[in-house]
């Protein structure tokens, strides 16, 4: 039978669909890219904003549609929190965040019976991280391992404490075990991702951090590098980045979720910084790690943000220096504290401070880059998409292109030291050292 996958959201849900494919696959299931041509789809949700529950409702409706008679599979973050009973009447097979692995087992039930299964539990503090692996051997550059699992934090505007449950993390064992088999397949690239990825441990009771997780995986033999996907900033001890900063293979690129310049905002965000705080950490960073990419994502028209307000936070992102950003407008999600806060921003001032602050970014991204200029970057190479580059990402993650002289060879999944000799709106180019 041909299975179709659409996962929506974070990386965490696409690491859990590609599991899920995998399980199928391992039982004689075959994936395949269009649904029309599916006996089964399998979608996998996202409920962080309202609109994301939209889109995901609007992919069930058509892939139904478009294939009355395919079996659909809806699982994630948007069941959970809405419950079973809540999924569209196209939906036959409904399970929530935290039971995914079922879903083979769920899919051999429905095709022998033929019966509608709702399958969503609600998220006690019992629930455990759930046992998945990414066993991916297919020839790609990079791969995610997901090492924890759910949120305590519960910022005013964040549903997904709700949909995730409490924290949970993957034993070390496990981890290195994966991180082993991935690098064994050819991976050059393995990224560390979480739904709150610094309070990998803490259910643990033993002091392990995720620090050990970090270190634990640069500890397997091969030639790789790891990567950290978002981290809060206040979780970042100095110690941490000590013992950060001796690991060859960690790659200088810290994605510190920011939200707000704002002291008064990031307090209504319930934030646990301060603008100040974050600052000295991203000067801590840069003084260990030299030519570090600190990264970010910012919210604007937040409710109760003022002129002023936003005008600090854009003074903030300027100084900040960050080597790119995500921006977007605040977006109500029912369930949550700020969905409930008075004062909340029109939807064209939104859109107009999102417009201000991604310029702001532009220009400390082209700073940034144009240091560049010069140093010699440790690049890894990917797909040859274009027939005049090689391209691919330096360690503190800018796209790096190179002259292409000989169209038959590949340098896909090589790392090559590339001395930088200019940038554009793409990135850097420069030219490969021997």
């Known amino acids: 039978m041909k299975i179709f996958y659409q996962s929506f959201g974070c990386k965490v849900s696409q690491y859990e669909t590609e599991n899920i494919e995998a399980q199928m696959k391992a039982r004689g299931f075959e994936t395949v890219s269009r649904p029309e041509s599916a006996d089964i789809a399998v979608i996998n949700t996202c409920t962080v904003t309202s609109g994301a529950d939209s889109k995901c409702r609007q992919a069930m409706h058509r892939v139904k549609k478009q294939n009355p008679r395919c079996i659909l599979c809806a699982m994630g973050c948007m069941t959970q929190v809405a419950g079973g009973e809540a999924a569209p009447q196209e939906c036959d097979i409904v399970i929530g965040s935290r039971n995914k692995t079922l879903l083979p087992e769920l899919i051999g039930q429905y095709l022998a019976t033929g019966q509608r299964i709702i399958a969503v539990t609600p998220i006690t503090d019992e629930h455990g991280f759930e046992a998945m692996q990414n066993t991916s051997v297919e020839s790609r550059t990079r791969a995610y391992i997901k090492i924890q699992d759910g949120c305590d934090m519960y910022c005013t505007y964040c549903i997904i404490p709700y949909a995730r449950g409490h924290i949970c993390s993957k034993p070390l064992n496990e981890i290195k075990e994966e991180a082993a088999a991935l690098v064994l397949s050819g991976h050059k690239e393995l990224i560390l991702t979480g739904i709150n990825l610094c309070c990998y441990g803490r259910d643990f009771k033993n002091g392990t951090r995720l620090i050990d997780a970090i270190e634990a995986v640069c500890a397997v033999s091969g030639?790789?590098?790891?990567?950290?996907?978002?981290?809060?900033?206040?979780?970042?001890?100095?110690?941490?980045?000590?013992?950060?900063?001796?690991?060859e293979k960690l790659c200088p690129h810290f994605h510190l979720s920011l939200q707000s310049g704002c002291d008064k905002t990031l307090k209504a965000m319930k934030r646990h910084y301060t603008a100040a705080e974050y600052l000295e950490l991203c000067q801590r960073l840069r003084e260990s790690f030299p030519d570090c990419a600190v990264t970010t994502d910012i919210m604007v028209g937040f409710p109760g943000e003022s002129e002023q307000d936003h005008k600090q936070s854009l003074e903030f992102a300027a100084l900040a220096g960050f080597a790119d950003a995500h921006i977007f407008p605040y977006s109500r999600r029912k369930g949550t504290v700020a969905d409930t806060m008075p004062c909340q921003v029109e939807g064209s001032i939104k859109h107009r401070r999102a417009r201000e602050m991604a310029q702001t970014t532009a220009k400390t991204r082209e700073e940034y880059m144009k240091r560049m200029q010069g140093r010699t970057l440790k690049v890894l190479f990917e797909k040859e998409t274009d027939p005049r580059f090689h391209q691919g990402h330096s360690g503190n993650y800018l796209l790096v292109r190179t002259p292409r002289v000989d169209e038959s060879v590949s340098l896909r999944r090589e790392f090559k030291n590339v001395r930088i000799t200019g940038y554009d709106a793409h990135g850097l180019t420069g030219d490969i050292e021997e």
């Open 223 to 247: 030639d790789f590098r790891v990567r950290l996907s978002s981290v809060e900033p206040e979780m970042i001890s100095d110690g941490d980045i000590q013992r950060m900063a001796r690991l």
